[in-house]
C-alpha cells in the first residue's frame, strides 16, 4: 500500500478524527484570513509555518523539521505534506485536498504546487516564518515568474492570529494549569545536594501526567551562576546550598502554551535576591497596566524601561519585557507575532496574550526570573498563570 491508498483507508475511518477544535472555529478563522487577503490584492496565501498551518486547518505533528505547505485561496484550502506525515494530515486537518510526497523525494514538491499555484496572480509568502525553504521558492519562481509572489503574507496573518478567540483563551487556560503542576513539582525537590537534572525530571513527570502533549520548548532549570548565562539548561549540575534555582516551564495543551517562571532558593534567600524579586514585580507591574488598547509596545516597553533604568549598569535584561504566545510547535513556544519592545509600534487589542518573561541577571554570579502569561483587556492586562511572585525557600 503506497501513500495515496493509505490516506484513502485512514479518510474512510479516521478521517478528522482529532481535530482539535470544532469546524466552525476553523471555519471562522478561515474567514478572518480571507477576508483580509481581499483588500491586501492577495490571490492566496503559500504557507509553510506550521503553527500558521495549524491555526487554519488543525494539522498538527511532531515531526515538523520536513516540507509542508499550505495554499489559501478563496475558493480552497489544499495541504502539501511527505509521505510520513499522510496520518496525521487525514485525523487532524480539515482541508480541501491533500497533496503527497515521497518523504525522499523532495523534487516531487514543485510540479504539484506549481500547478495548484499556476491560477493565482498574486500570492502572499511568509518571507521570516519557519519552513520557508529556499530551493522550493526558487523552483516555484523559476516557473511560475518572481513577480507574482509577495512577502507581506506573514503580517496578514500574525495581525489575526496574535487576537486570541475564546477556544484559544480556553486552551491557555488549561496550558496554565498543567504548567502550574509542573512548577509545584519540581520545586517540592529542591534542595542543596540534587541536580539540576533531578529537577527538570520531576517537573517534566508532572507536566506529562497532569495532560501536557509534546512540548515546544522543554522546562529550563539551572542555578548558581549558571543562572546568569541565558538560555542554557540543565546538564547534571549539582545544587549548592542557598543557591537560587531558576525554573521557566510551559505546557502544551491543543499546541497552546502559557509560560511562567519561578525562582526557589536551596536555602535562605538574601536580601539581594529578595531585591531582584521586588524589582521584577515593579516591572510586571509597570507592563500590566500599560498594555490596554490604544497603547503602543512601545509605550509599556518604556514605561518598564523607566523602572529598570536605576539598576541597568549591573543588570543583565534581554530587552524584550513580553513576546505573545498562543499555538506552536518545537523548537519554541514563542509565537512570533508581537513583541513588547523599544521601537515597536503595533497597538494592544482585548484578548491578545503575552508572556512577560522577566528574568534579571547579574553577571557570573546569579539571576532571579519570575513571570505570568497575561491577556490584555480595556483595563491592563490580566495573568492567565497563577505565579504567587515569591522565592520559595527550601530552609533545608
Given at each position: 500500500m503506497d501513500h495515496h491508498a493509505y490516506r484513502h483507508a485512514l479518510a474512510s475511518t479516521l478521517g478528522v478524527s482529532e481535530l482539535p477544535f470544532p469546524r466552525t472555529e476553523f471555519a471562522a478563522r478561515l474567514v478572518r484570513v480571507r477576508g483580509a487577503m481581499r483588500p491586501a490584492g492577495l490571490d492566496a496565501l503559500l504557507l509553510t509555518d506550521p503553527a500558521d498551518i495549524f491555526y487554519l486547518t488543525?494539522?498538527?505533528?511532531?515531526?515538523?523539521?520536513?516540507?509542508?505547505?499550505?495554499?489559501?485561496?478563496?475558493?480552497?484550502?489544499?495541504?502539501?505534506?511527505?509521505?510520513?506525515?499522510?496520518?496525521?494530515?487525514?485525523?487532524?486537518?480539515?482541508?480541501?485536498?491533500?497533496?503527497?510526497?515521497?518523504?525522499?523525494?523532495?523534487?516531487?514538491?514543485?510540479?504539484?504546487?506549481?500547478?495548484?499555484?499556476?491560477?493565482?496572480?498574486?500570492?502572499?509568502?511568509?518571507?521570516?516564518?519557519?519552513?520557508?525553504?529556499?530551493g522550493v521558492i526558487r523552483e516555484l519562481q523559476a516557473r511560475l515568474g518572481s513577480e507574482r509572489f509577495r512577502d507581506d503574507g506573514g503580517t496578514l496573518v500574525d495581525a489575526i492570529r496574535i487576537i486570541k478567540t475564546p477556544a484559544e483563551l480556553d486552551c491557555l487556560g488549561e496550558s496554565a494549569r498543567i504548567t502550574a503542576a509542573g512548577?509545584?513539582?519540581?520545586?517540592?525537590?529542591?534542595?542543596?545536594?540534587?541536580t539540576d537534572s533531578d529537577i527538570a525530571a520531576e517537573g517534566s513527570r508532572a507536566l506529562l501526567a497532569a495532560g501536557s502533549e509534546f512540548m515546544s520548548l522543554q522546562p529550563i532549570v539551572t542555578s548558581g551562576r549558571r543562572i546568569s548565562v541565558i538560555h542554557v539548561n540543565h546538564k547534571r549540575n549539582v545544587v549548592e546550598r542557598d543557591a537560587p534555582v531558576f525554573l521557566e516551564f510551559g505546557s502544551a495543551f491543543q499546541?497552546?502554551?502559557?509560560?511562567?517562571?519561578?525562582?526557589?532558593?536551596?536555602?535562605?534567600?538574601?536580601?539581594?535576591?529578595?531585591?531582584?524579586?521586588?524589582?521584577?514585580?515593579?516591572?510586571?507591574?509597570?507592563?500590566?497596566?500599560?498594555?490596554?488598547?490604544?497603547?503602543?509596545?512601545?509605550?509599556?516597553?518604556?514605561?518598564?524601561?523607566?523602572?529598570?533604568?536605576?539598576?541597568?549598569?549591573?543588570?543583565?535584561?534581554?530587552?524584550?519585557?513580553?513576546y505573545a504566545v498562543g499555538a506552536q510547535f518545537p523548537p519554541s513556544w514563542v509565537e512570533g507575532t508581537g513583541y513588547i519592545a523599544r521601537g515597536q509600534q503595533r497597538e494592544f487589542a482585548t484578548d491578545m496574550v503575552f508572556h512577560l518573561p522577566l528574568c534579571l541577571r547579574r553577571p557570573g554570579e546569579w539571576g532571579v526570573g519570575i513571570s505570568d502569561t497575561v491577556c490584555v483587556t480595556p483595563k491592563g492586562a490580566r495573568a492567565i498563570t497563577d505565579n504567587d511572585w515569591r522565592l520559595k525557600e527550601t530552609l533545608a
Open positions: 488543525g494539522y498538527h505533528t511532531f515531526e515538523v523539521s520536513v516540507h509542508t505547505a499550505l495554499v489559501v485561496s478563496a475558493e480552497r484550502l489544499v495541504l502539501q505534506v511527505p509521505s510520513i506525515e499522510t496520518g496525521p494530515a487525514v485525523v487532524t486537518a480539515v482541508v480541501d485536498e491533500i497533496l503527497g510526497y515521497r518523504w525522499e523525494g523532495i523534487g516531487e514538491v514543485i510540479e504539484p504546487l506549481a500547478e495548484t499555484l499556476t491560477a493565482y496572480r498574486a500570492i502572499g509568502l511568509d518571507l521570516y516564518g519557519a519552513g520557508l525553504r529556499l512548577l509545584a513539582a519540581a520545586e517540592a525537590v529542591i534542595a542543596p545536594g540534587v499546541r497552546y502554551t502559557a509560560p511562567m517562571m519561578r525562582t526557589a532558593v536551596a536555602g535562605r534567600a538574601s536580601a539581594e535576591m529578595q531585591a531582584l524579586r521586588d524589582l521584577c514585580r515593579a516591572l510586571f507591574e509597570a507592563l500590566v497596566a500599560e498594555m490596554r488598547p490604544g497603547h503602543t509596545f512601545d509605550d509599556a516597553a518604556r514605561a518598564a524601561e523607566a523602572v529598570f533604568a536605576p539598576y541597568a549598569d549591573r543588570l543583565f535584561f534581554s530587552g524584550v519585557f513580553g
